[in-house]
């Protein structure tokens, strides 16, 4: 099927679905190369929906890495939502990129990014929906290699049946390799198992072909070993020159909106504390940090290539990071200026002064965010959570003493030894948390609390542990919001307690979960981590149907015994994770990795890459962006005009504004902003189009201090603007006139006949007879319907014969409305009038 075909289905099918925009590409940034010169095609796949998928730094990094090679080419594929799914299975379309419209079997590599278990169906979608056989044993060299890394795949073991191979660990500096690898291969292997077992000699890659299963003596899970060639255990890759790592500046900018939707720069990968219950310490040791002139540089260079509105630091406790304080002050010098806010992740109370929370409130305030895990410090002491009470008590009265009404916390139930005295903990917490902010600010802070089941992760203290029943953790939920009911500025989401079961399940589990997946899947199981999609019944019939008992992976498993993931290595050894199992009996604490000589604990192979001399000095190169205009005395009110088409006609009005603000700042375009906690650019818009409306007269105001001239800004805001967004104009507003809707006289709007979607009998252009006396005879149908008691709204109906439209003028009123794809659904019966009809003319007064 050609370029335009795919584009014509897909037009197809967008206006049956809940967002279009999540499948249409054409985002600013976004990397289109020309298919035929790419000796490999990667589709990186994500397997959830556009918005979490497009808030993913690792795919982002990927994508940059892999286009930048000039053999391969790299696209986008997220799992699709369960409307846009059925209207592909309806018409038996295939699942395709959203750059280039590719078939997904028409790839060379399908590389999955495994961020969680309760993914898994998602996966099984992609690949059936891409016509790509479900696990490794049914493909062959006609079908893309279906490759995966990321933290799920530490125990690649429950979906080791769906996959050619893993990459365990790091991956970029692997993830060439293994393309550059498959570009040297490409046609001259012989079968599908030479290409593996040539990939297999890369570092990191394990194929699970070239194992075999069996269950230990004694054990209750089963573990692998080599078969004849493969090595015995895979170790992880690791980046070790980390401090300046590549980050792409060019980040795609999504046009729906993501669920992190900003400029997000990796400050350190790894975490130098020992919490017992966190895989992140294992998988992604040894703690490196990003050299602070690099980071600054970075996000500088990102924010005026995205034009986004936020930026952030991030990394797993951000708080760690020894250029902390400096690399804020010397970031929001400049980011404050431009009315971009920085935010910080995964905070920790310690080492959070005073400073740092003034600086990073500057430019927007949103939820001051803590995460104490547990109730009690006895508790604390058993996860190694080095946190006291006092050290959130500091922390909470630093956020509200700088006019932080939010705060959100995060707690977890079900931990090893945990007693009711520790849910009486956090009850207790947040009481003294109340007490405090309603002592600095006169009235109790807005709290957010997340309760979420402590769950046993491979590669931890923990992973020995066996996990709370379901009946414990619901009543624990239950005793929790019964000590809380009182109190209305608290809010309690706790995670439902199936979901946490599964997902213990399979972060636990062996080969033999392969078969459940796929069966739950056929049933119909589909985004099993959304709580109004998960239909934990599937799931029980599917473990029924292959005879495989969940429970087998969530009790307290043997010490001496084998486990699933041990071919996996970490660097962190097994007999560190278990003296770490003792000390949490104990209640006993053990240091960071920044707290003590690094051997001391002798827990890892990374003790020479673990860095403690903090002295660089922040070096900013930072350029400064384009300015458009002429700086003024005085603030100007201009009204922009411009076209919303192709693509674009599938964002909404929300993303619309975020889309617009972004080109400005791209642009230069200096605009006034508002005043308060979340200061906004000023923009007054014409009255919103439907979803799906194509817009060639559409406006909106701003105000600027800048003295702007017509032709040269519609030249770089068409530069900088995304595909389906066209300006065309530029004009001055008196100061002294109406807002922009009291200016509106009448709005035109005309229903295109001539396409196949106005459906049979109403598509001028299908079968016998002249298609403008079928347009005329519509209009008369249009006309007939209207003519008694015509609503005074509806101004006028005409046709434009020539081109097979109905013309319908429509007088504005801000006190009334009527709706164009109205008249039309009533008078023809048509159905998703909007995406037949264009508003041509807006005009005013």
């Known amino acids: 099927m050609s370029d335009g075909a795919a584009r014509g289905v897909l037009d197809g099918i967008l206006p049956a679905v809940e967002k279009p925009g999540r499948y249409t590409g054409g985002e600013w940034n976004e990397v289109r190369k020309d298919p035929a010169r790419a000796k490999v095609k990667v589709a990186l796949a994500f397997p959830d929906v556009y918005e979490i998928g497009m808030s993913y730094l690792g795919q982002k990094i990927l994508y940059a890495l892999i286009n930048a090679l000039p053999f391969a080419l790299a696209e986008r594929v997220f799992a699709p939502w369960p409307d846009f799914e059925r209207e592909l299975r309806e018409r038996g379309a295939p699942l395709r990129s959203l750059e280039n419209k590719i078939p997904l079997a028409e790839f060379d590599i399908i590389g999955f990014s495994l961020l969680y278990e309760l993914n898994n169906s998602n996966i099984l979608t992609i690949l059936d929906l891409g016509g790509i056989p479900l696990f490794a044993e049914e493909r062959d060299l006609r079908h893309p290699l279906v490759i995966a890394g990321g933290p799920a795949a530490f125990n690649p073991e429950p979906v080791a049946d769906v996959f050619d191979l893993f990459l365990i660990g790091d991956g970029e500096e692997a993830v060439p390799e293994i393309i550059g690898k498959c570009a040297d291969m490409k046609g001259a292997a012989a079968s599908r198992k030479d290409i593996l077992r040539e990939l297999a000699r890369i570092p990191g890659v394990y194929v699970p072909s070239f194992y075999e299963v069996f269950l230990p003596a004694g054990g209750s899970l089963q573990t692998v070993r080599p078969r004849t060639g493969a090595p015995a255990t895979v170790r992880k890759r690791v980046l070790r020159d980390f401090s300046r790592s590549f980050f792409p500046a060019d980040i795609v900018v999504p046009n729906v909106r993501a669920v992190f939707d900003r400029v997000a720069v990796e400050v350190a990968r790894g975490c130098p504390h020992k919490c017992r219950f966190c895989q992140a310490t294992s998988l992604y040791a040894p703690y490196r940090i990003k050299d602070p002139s690099y980071v600054v540089n970075c996000i500088f260079e990102s924010v005026k290539a995205t034009g986004y509105e936020d930026a952030s630091l991030f990394s797993l406790s951000v708080s760690d990071y020894p250029y902390l304080g400096e690399t804020i002050r010397t970031l929001m010098n400049s980011l404050e200026k431009d009315h971009v806010s920085l935010s910080l992740s995964s905070l920790r109370p310690k080492g959070l002064s005073a400073e740092i929370i003034r600086d990073i409130i500057k430019v927007r305030k949103t939820g001051f965010t803590l995460v104490p895990e547990a109730g009690s410090e006895r508790l604390r002491g058993v996860i190694n959570k080095d946190l006291n009470d006092q050290d959130i008590w500091d922390a909470a009265e630093n956020a509200f003493r700088e006019g932080w009404k939010l705060l959100k916390l995060y707690f977890m139930i079900g931990l090893p030894t945990e007693r009711e005295e520790d849910l009486r903990g956090i009850a207790a917490l947040i009481d003294e948390l109340t007490a405090r902010g309603r002592e600095i600010m006169a009235s109790p802070p807005r709290i957010n609390m997340s309760v979420s089941s402590f769950i046993p992760k491979p590669h931890t203290p923990f992973q020995w542990a066996a996990m709370e029943t379901e009946e414990a953790l619901r009543e624990k939920q239950s005793y ?257 006139a109406r807002s922009l809707t009291e200016r509106i006289s009448s709005m035109v709007y005309s229903l295109d006949l001539d396409t196949a979607e106005a459906g049979e009998g109403l598509a001028v252009g299908k079968g016998e007879g002249d298609p403008e006396e079928k347009t005329e005879k519509i209009a008369a149908r249009l006309i007939d319907e209207y003519r008694p008691g015509k609503p005074d709204l509806l101004q006028e109906i005409f046709v434009d014969a020539s081109s097979h439209k109905v013309v319908l003028k429509i007088a504005f009123s801000p006190q009334r409305s009527l709706r164009p794809q109205d008249v039309v659904e009533r008078a023809l019966g048509l159905q998703r009038s909007v995406y037949l009809m264009t508003r041509e003319k807006i005009q005013f007064k």
């Open 480 to 736: 929790l919001k019964r000590l809380l009911k009182t109190k209305r500025h608290v809010q309690i989401k706790d995670h439902p307690v199936d979901s946490s079961f599964l997902e213990a399940v399979f972060s636990r589990g062996d080969r033999r979960l392969s078969a459940v997946l796929r069966t739950a899947w056929g049933h119909g199981a589909r985004f099993d981590s959304w709580r109004d999609h998960f239909q934990f019944p599937l799931w029980l019939r599917a473990f029924d149907e292959t005879g495989v008992d969940p429970r087998t992976y969530l009790g307290e498993l043997d010490l001496n015994s084998g486990l699933p993931w041990d071919h996996i290595e970490t660097g962190v050894k097994k007999g560190f994770l278990q003296d770490e199992l003792a000390k949490a009996m104990r209640s006993e604490r053990s240091p960071s990795c920044l707290e003590t000589s690094c051997g001391r604990c002798r827990g890892c192979d990374f003790m020479a890459d673990i860095d403690r001399e903090f002295k660089a000095k922040i070096e900013v190169s930072d350029r400064p962006g384009p300015t458009l205009g002429r700086r003024t005395e005085t603030v100007t009110r201009y009204q922009a005009f411009y076209a919303k088409g192709g693509q674009a006609r599938f964002v909404s009005h929300n993303d619309l504004l975020n889309i617009l603000q972004r080109t400005f700042k791209r642009a230069g375009v200096e605009a006034v902003f508002s005043e308060g906690f979340h200061p906004k650019m000023q923009m007054s818009f014409v009255p919103a189009l439907p979803l799906g409306m194509t817009g060639e007269d559409e406006s909106f105001e701003f105000k600027s201090p800048a003295d702007l001239e017509e032709r040269e800004f519609v030249d770089v805001l068409n530069r900088r603007a995304p595909s389906g967004i066209q300006f065309f104009g530029l004009k001055r507003i008196d100061a002294g």
